[in-house]
Nanobody, 120 residues
């Protein structure tokens, strides 16, 4: 069993930056495909970024490319989402997720979420 605990959300002005953290416990995060999702009010949950099991490859949704970076720190067993040039439309609850497989379409594990609010 793995547990995911997010932190780092908050209120930021448009153009600002935040770094979200996802502390993984129970097993090394490199055993899983890791991802960050987000859900805005009234919208479906969407994939933001994905980190492969080996940590060697990343994937970003089109609207996040060039602004967001997903990375992992094995020593801290933590996965990060660095978010730059934030826009009001980035406002959402952000969730960390883990999947035993090689995709993260339907994750096996979810964190509790952290709120990100971007003011204009």
């Amino acid at each position: 069993q793995v547990q995911l605990v997010e932190s780092g959300g908050g209120l930021v002005q448009a153009g600002g930056s935040l770094r979200l953290s996802c502390v993984v416990s129970g097993r090394t995060f490199r055993y899983y495909t890791m991802g960050w999702f987000r859900q805005a009010p009234g919208k479906d949950r969407e994939l933001v970024a994905r980190l492969s099991r080996s940590g060697g490859t990343t994937y970003y949704s089109d609207s996040m490319k060039g602004r967001f970076t997903i990375s992992g720190d094995s020593a801290k067993n933590t996965v990060y989402l660095q978010m730059n040039s934030l826009k009001p439309e980035d406002t959402a609850v952000y969730y960390c997720a883990a999947d035993i497989g090689f995709d993260i379409t339907t994750p096996d594990y979810w964190g509790q979420g952290t709120q990100v609010t971007v003011s204009s």
